[in-house]
Nanobody, 118 residues
Framework: QVQLVESGGGLVRPGGHLRLSCAAS????????MNWHRQILGKERELVAR????????VYPDSVKDRFSISRDNTKNTVYLEMNSLRPEDTAMYYC???????????WGQGTQVTVSS
């Protein structure tokens, strides 16, 4: 059974740090492009970061480019999102997804909530 399980979210103060994990099972995530998305309340889901099978990475929103990074540990079949200098506007539900050519729809996790507040 294919599954993506996100963890690591929670409540953190502004300026704090979190590391989100996305554990894949039922498939080898190393062969997939793995993505982190977030959905801020009342807004559309946005792509935050992407890591390709060969290891190249992209972080998309300008607001997080210098603060967030994505990585993968193929031995653990897990992808991470490292988030530093967190701001209240980073408060969102964070989701991971997995995709590769030929798939009709990506695999999605259920999300993990990140709340940045003092």
């Amino acid at each position: 059974q294919v599954q993506l399980v996100e963890s690591g979210g929670g409540l953190v103060r502004p300026g704090g740090h979190l590391r989100l994990s996305c554990a894949a099972s039922g498939f080898a995530a190393s062969g997939y492009t793995m993505n982190w998305h977030r959905q801020i309340l009342g807004k559309e889901r946005e792509l935050v970061a992407r890591i390709f099978p060969f290891g190249g990475t992209v972080v998309y929103p300008d607001s997080v480019k210098d603060r967030f990074s994505i990585s993968r540990d193929n031995t653990k079949n897990t992808v991470y999102l490292e988030m530093n200098s967190l701001r209240p506007e980073d408060t969102a539900m964070y989701y991971c997804s997995a995709e590769r050519a030929g798939m009709l729809d990506p695999y999605w996790g259920q999300g993990t909530q990140v709340t940045v507040s003092s």
